[in-house]
């Protein structure tokens, strides 16, 4: 809607017809304004927490956090009909009895009913075993677990530093179905020896089968091993 400009003089008597055209303008004034300003809803992060866990294990509570850039108009997690008050914050889930992967989805709208969704994910993995000690008598479970390091993973690429002392090896074990491992120390590439492959069950009680490496030669000291 126009407004033509009056130029009313000290004196004048605004009749009605005047004063709604300028409140009319007024309010068309600070509707474009509020459409220059306007932005879309986006939701910039989304993640779980714990976002990993390890195979065999029973994850019985997440918490879900997500950051937006504004207060949403509604929102859903999978569906279900959310109250979200503010543009960052959290969802506590509890009760839950996940042992595989699962992804959530976070779905929301905007008052001119823009939407925007994330997912966030649990991963269910096996761990990679490293660390350095002397040859066992038997290569086991128990040796595996007893090394320094056990980290959840869903790669066999990982760099890492030991300090092997004397008549120490430097181990790693993943699982078998990571594929074969090549080992770079000192920007040389091998060093290491696949010495076997077992059937290992870890912490939480699920059976994988794992290839072992050990360097070949002990009291190697403070190494940086990249493995690819």
């Known amino acids: 809607m126009s407004y033509t400009k009056q130029n009313f003089q000290s004196g004048d008597t605004l009749y ?3 004063l709604n055209a300028m409140d009319n303008q007024i309010a068309a004034n600070a509707a474009a304004i509020a459409d220059l300003q306007y932005t879309p809803l986006a939701i910039s992060a989304f993640s779980a927490s714990p976002s990993q866990a390890e195979l065999g294990s029973t994850v019985s509570s997440v918490t879900l956090s997500y950051t937006m850039n504004k207060k949403p108009e509604s929102a859903t997690l999978d569906g279900s009909a959310q109250t979200i008050s503010q543009a960052s914050g959290s969802i506590s889930l509890t009760g839950l009895s996940l042992a595989e992967n699962k992804t959530w989805t976070l779905a929301a709208t905007d008052e001119k009913s823009a939407s925007a969704s ?3 994910t649990l991963s269910f993995l096996n761990k990679a075993h490293y ?5 066992p008598e038997t290569i086991n479970s128990s040796f595996l677990l007893s090394l320094a390091n056990g980290v959840l993973t869903a790669t066999r690429a990982r760099t890492f530093s030991v300090n092997a002392g ?3 090896y430097i181990w790693y074990a993943v699982p078998a179905s990571f594929g074969a491992c090549a080992f770079t ?3 040389f590439l091998g060093g290491f020896t696949k010495v076997i492959t077992i059937t290992h069950t870890n912490s939480s009680g699920r ?3 794992y290839d072992i490496y050990r360097s070949d030669n002990p009291g190697l000291g ?3 091993v990249i493995v690819s």
């Open 118 to 120: 994330k997912t966030a």
């Open 131 to 135: 660390g350095a000690a002397v040859t």
């Open 207 to 209: 059976q994988a089968s």
């Open 222 to 224: 403070e190494t940086t």
């Open 16 to 18: 009605a017809t005047a």
């Open 185 to 187: 120390v000192g920007g």
């Open 166 to 168: 004397a008549n120490q």
